[in-house]
Structure formats: C-alpha cells, structure tokens
C-alpha cells in the first residue's frame, strides 16, 4: 500500500482535520510517510486566513512539485482545506502538477479519491462542494503516531461560522455554522478517554455557538408542528454549549477540558459561571478581541465593544482569580488610525493577557473589509505590529515571572519541543512547565516548583515538591 504524508498549515482545526485523514488512510492501510521526499502521496492541508499562509503552501507545492517530478513521476500530490475550497479548480490551473484538490466539507473523500487517481481511473479530482452532514464526518484520532500514547486529544464539535466579521475568509471556507450532536460528541471523547487520554479541547470556528442554530431548528420545527421538541421539553437556561460541557465533564478518567476558539460575546453567565462550578474546565480563555478602538471593532462587525470585552474579563478573574487570558489581535485593519491602535495598545496593558498573538490586517477575497476604504499602508501595519509585539511580550515577560517559586500542577504531554532531553507539561493555565523528567511521566497530574521563567516558557522541578 502507498505511503501518505500531510503537512499541515495553520490553526488547530487544520491539525485536527489532517489527523483524521491520515487515520482514514491507515485505517485503508496506507502507512504514514517521514517526509515529502519518500511519500507516494502529498497532501498539503492549507489556510487562507491571511495571503501569507496561501503563499506559503503554493511556494511549497511547487518546490515538492519540481523535485517529485524529476525522479518519481507517480508521486500524487493535493491541496486539502481552506484555500483548496475558496480556490478549487483554479489551484490546477495555476500548479498543473497537482492531481487533486479537497474542499473543507470532503475530507472523509479522500481515501476514495486517491483509490481513484492511484488506480488509474481518474486523472484530476477537484471536490469543494458542501456536504449535509460533513461536521460529523472528522472522528478517528491517530493515537500513538509515534508509538507513544496521546496525553491531549483535540475533538471537533462543529463547523463553520456565522459571524461574518469583515475580515475575516472563514465564513466562506468553513460555510455555515453546523453542530455535532452532544451524544456522539462525548461517545468519540470517551473512546479517547478509554484509549489513555487525559486531555481533551473542543474545536470549532465559533464553539460558543455550539447548538444554537439547531437549537432554533428544534423551536421552529416544534412550533410549527405542534410536536414538542427534545430542546424545548428540556428548555434549560443554560446554553447548548455549555450543556456539553457538562456532558463531557461526567466522564470518568477524563482530567481536564479546554476548548478554542470561543467568541467573547459567547461569554454569558452560564459560561462564566461553568469556569467556578466545572472542577475539569481548566482556569484557560482564548479571547479574540481584535481590537481596542470602538469605531474599529464596529467596522469589524465583532458584535461587541471594549467596555463589555473589559466586562467580559474581569467576570472570569472573579470567577477563577488565576486564569490565563490569551488572545489574537489585528493590527492596521482598514481606517485604523494612530489613536485607534492607541487604544488597542492600552487595552492590551489594561488587561495584562498572558500572550496575545499579532496579526497584520491581510486583504482576503470577497470579505467586506477588502474593499473598505482607507487600507492601511504595509509599512505602518509593520510598525505597528513591532509595538505591540513589544508591550505584549513586556506584559507576557512579567506575567511569567510571577509564576517563579510558585507551586503548580502541570499535566505531562511528552518530551520538550525545544530540547527533547526534557519532559513539557501545561499548566491549568495554559502554561508550557519544561522539567527534568522520563517517559514514565508521560500522561500524570505532576506538582511541580517553578524555578525559572524564560520567553513563554517556564521552568520547573518537580522533585522539589514531591520528595
Ligand atoms: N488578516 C489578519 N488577521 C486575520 N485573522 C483573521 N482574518 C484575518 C485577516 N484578514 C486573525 C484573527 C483571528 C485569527 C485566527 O486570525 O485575529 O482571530
């Protein structure tokens, strides 16, 4: 059988849905190649949420092109994800070497395509068309890639999303938001749990809207038949995201829940109050906030202002003193004046997040904010993001060194990125604790003495507190 391997570009979804190929493929047989140099198969799972992540895929494909196919002509090679959807065929046009191209909603097809095109009976594939029931489609995890069991298990519980916040390509990649049901959502997390995992993030565009476009299903079909629904007999005041957390909670050996990425406006009481009364929901929250200016935020369409965003955070540090708040900004969004980036800036030293990732406005096709007026010049865009990098890492910086002398529990992922000598775990947090330790670490709730904080990094000896 042919060997397969996927690079993967851009966020967690992304890695989630490239995992569930490859355990679609090996479950077909195929085995899982080191490297695009020996795979008969190259898969390139691509983003489109900024030109620069598009054009890194496209340079790559055409440097594996060039050298696949000087000396092996057979090797298959595709476009998967987002930009393979809101490019599609365009993708062949441009790059004749590619032989297949997989939308976001297709994912589950691709061991049926490359049967097709590695048996000779199809010569191209182009597949992004939308598919009933796709968000259900990513289920099989690859455990133990590396003969290792997984500690930390990344579940999808929905696609898409409905926001439409005008910048943003997503809502056209991903298409309408769409849920899982609760039911299968905590069958496949037992599964993980029953198979060694400790960890598990929920995944979604927009997991804060979990359920609720079929929660509104549900109440019109009711209404308008007369028969009750399941949602509206069990009407519960709290959301249906947070009814599955709750539901995901109950099970037994599962550790700890984290889930990106949420929506600030998502953040209602329930949620909030989900953080004090769940004990498995770690102290973490991934807030997007954008931006700091008002007049920006409107542009953006974000559905909420930087007095509620403020309302927002300081509701989950009196709920849980010690959470982690992270978040993504944009920087040099199109009219963004020197005074709105002021405010992003205060807004970043007013709520001290723990880490905050940067990003240069990026113009993407057919998103409203592409054609507003006033695009900000690349160059003020740069030097903008260089100061902000600079408060948010002084912010990070003395965040972390809080941490030092410090007594946390971390839970052991595997050995080190950086230095695979050491063991890593994380923090409830959120936190990477590097350590001196083994294998036999791997997968335990660990108390550990934080003695040292570098660059989002810290440091920690466990045999301190556990003598
Ligand atoms: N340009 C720059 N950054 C973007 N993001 C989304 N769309 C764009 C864009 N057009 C950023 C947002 C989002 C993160 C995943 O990517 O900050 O939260």
């Not at 007999?233 to 709750?246: D, G, K, M």
């Not at 405010?343 to 880490?355: I, K």
Request: hydrophobic share 35%; glycine share 8%.
């Amino acid at each position: 059988m042919p060997s397969v391997y996927i690079k993967t570009y851009g966020c967690q979804m992304n890695e989630r849905d490239s995992e569930a190929v490859a355990a679609q493929l090996v479950a077909k047989g195929y085995s899982l190649a080191a490297s695009e140099h020996v795979a008969d198969v190259v898969l390139l799972n691509t983003c489109s949420v900024r030109d620069f992540a598009e054009q890194k895929a496209i340079g790559k494909m055409q440097n594996i092109a060039a050298e696949v196919r000087k000396n092996r002509p057979n090797v298959v090679l595709g476009f998967m994800g987002c930009m393979a959807q809101s490019r599609g065929q365009e993708l062949i046009d441009r790059l004749p070497d590619v032989d297949l191209v997989i939308g976001t909603q297709k994912f589950h097809r691709t061991a049926d395509y490359l049967d097709e095109i590695l048996n000779g009976k199809r010569d191209k594939i182009v597949d992004v068309a939308a598919e009933q029931g796709s968000e259900a489609t990513i289920r099989e995890h690859i455990l133990n890639g590396k003969a290792q069991k997984s500690v930390s298990a990344f579940v999808s519980i929905m696609q898409g999303c409905n926001q439409y916040c005008t910048f943003c390509i997503v809502p056209y990649t991903r298409g309408e938001e769409r849920s899982r049901r609760i039911d299968d959502i905590v069958a496949e997390c037992r599964e993980l749990v029953a198979r060694g995992v400790k960890e598990i993030t929920l995944l979604g565009q927009i997991v804060t809207s979990f359920g609720k476009r079929e929660k509104r299903d549900e109440w019109q079909a009711a209404r308008d038949t007369g028969v009750p629904s399941l949602v509206t007999r069990h009407s519960s005041q709290v959301s249906p995201f947070v009814q599955l957390l709750e539901a995901v909670h109950e099970i037994e050996g599962l550790e700890r829940i984290r889930f990106t990425s949420p929506h600030p406006k998502g953040y209602g009481d329930d949620l909030v109050e989900a953080y004090a009364r769940l004990p498995k929901l770690v102290e973490s929250a991934h807030l997007p906030v954008q931006s700091g200016s008002d007049r920006v935020l409107k542009l953006m369409h974000r559905g909420y202002t930087r007095e509620r965003f403020l309302g927002i955070v300081e509701k989950l540090r009196r709920a849980q003193p010690n959470i982690g708040i992270t978040t993504d900004i944009i920087v040099g969004f199109p009219g963004e004046t020197e005074d709105d980036f002021e405010q992003t800036l205060s807004l970043a030293r007013e709520v001290q997040f723990d880490n905050a990732y940067i990003f240069k406005y990026s113009q993407r096709k057919d998103t409203p904010a592409a054609d507003m007026p006033d695009q900000v010049p690349q160059k003020v865009r740069e030097e903008r993001n260089q100061r902000l990098l600079k408060t948010v890492n002084e912010i990070g910086k003395r965040k972390y060194e809080t941490f030092v002398g410090r007594q946390t529990q971390i839970l052991v992922e595997g050995p080190s990125r950086k230095n695979a000598a050491r063991m890593a775990g994380r923090t409830r947090c959120g936190k990477i604790v590097v350590f001196d330790g083994s294998e036999r670490h791997r997968g335990q709730l660990m108390d550990v003495k934080i003695t040292r904080a570098g660059s989002f990094t810290l440091y920690g000896d466990p045999a301190i507190v556990n003598l």
